[in-house]
């Protein structure tokens, strides 16, 4: 147990819907990261938080958000679903921003969309 | 172009056989790691590496800058070993790049 929990594990949805998956880091870390693994593109970092600010922009789509909230938890929000949005979504936390620092991945949420 | 190559992409050992998994990225670099999957889908980091070599357990795990390469080793594999493994590496910006994956069987 990494100590990241993400909820829900399982979404199955239609296209055109709006989804929030959200994360709640390790006690103690500040910073989360999100990412996609679907069977045709694998993992993709998407974008990551430090203590309430986006810190970097990976291949996240403009249909996609995600905030961080002031107890650190963080939420994905994705809308206008696609069927090719159907994927695995893993958070990731971390103690802070340095490269030093390791990632612990929650289980993740498996998004279906159809 | 994939920013991060892997090979082999499927391997199948006996128990007990030495396991190299290599990497090759082609970005400027601040860390690279090496993954775990389960075919649960549950995600563990094993290394993060940014020059040399480290080692846990029956795991090693070394990066050669200059050559852009890294290597996963895996001594006295063991069943338990099976799982994909993806390299993953993080550029100065920030940007993370993901490997396609090495999905390891290791049959006792």
């Known amino acids: 147990d990494s100590g990241v929990t993400q909820t829900p594990k399982h979404l199955i949805t239609a296209t055109g819907q709006r989804v929030t998956l959200r994360c709640s880091p390790r006690s103690g870390d500040l910073s989360v990261y999100w990412y996609q693994q679907s069977l045709d593109q694998g993992l993709q970092f998407l974008i990551q938080?430090?203590?309430?600010?986006?810190?970097a922009k990976g291949n996240i789509l403009e249909r996609f958000s995600a905030q961080q909230f002031p107890d650190l938890h963080s939420e994905l929000n994705l809308s206008s679903l696609e069927l090719g949005d159907s994927a695995l979504y893993f958070c990731a936390s971390s103690l802070t921003v340095g490269v030093t620092y390791e990632q612990y991945f929650g289980p993740g949420t498996r998004l279906t969309v159809t | 172009k994939n920013e991060v190559e892997q090979s082999p992409q499927n391997l199948t050992a006996q128990e007990g056989e030495f396991i190299t998994i290599n990497c090759s990225y082609s970005v400027g670099i601040s860390a690279l790691h090496w993954l775990q999957q389960h075919p649960g889908g549950g995600i563990v980091s094993l290394f993060m590496?940014?020059?040399g070599k480290k080692k846990h357990g029956r795991l090693i795990a070394t990066i050669n800058i200059q050559e852009k390469h890294s290597s996963l080793h895996i001594t006295a594999s063991h069943p338990r070993d099976s799982a994909v493994y993806i390299c993953a590496v993080r550029s100065p910006g920030n940007q993370f790049y993901f490997g396609t994956g090495t999905s390891l069987t290791v049959i006792p």
């Open positions: 938080y430090y203590n309430g600010e986006e810190r």
């Open positions: 590496l940014s020059s």
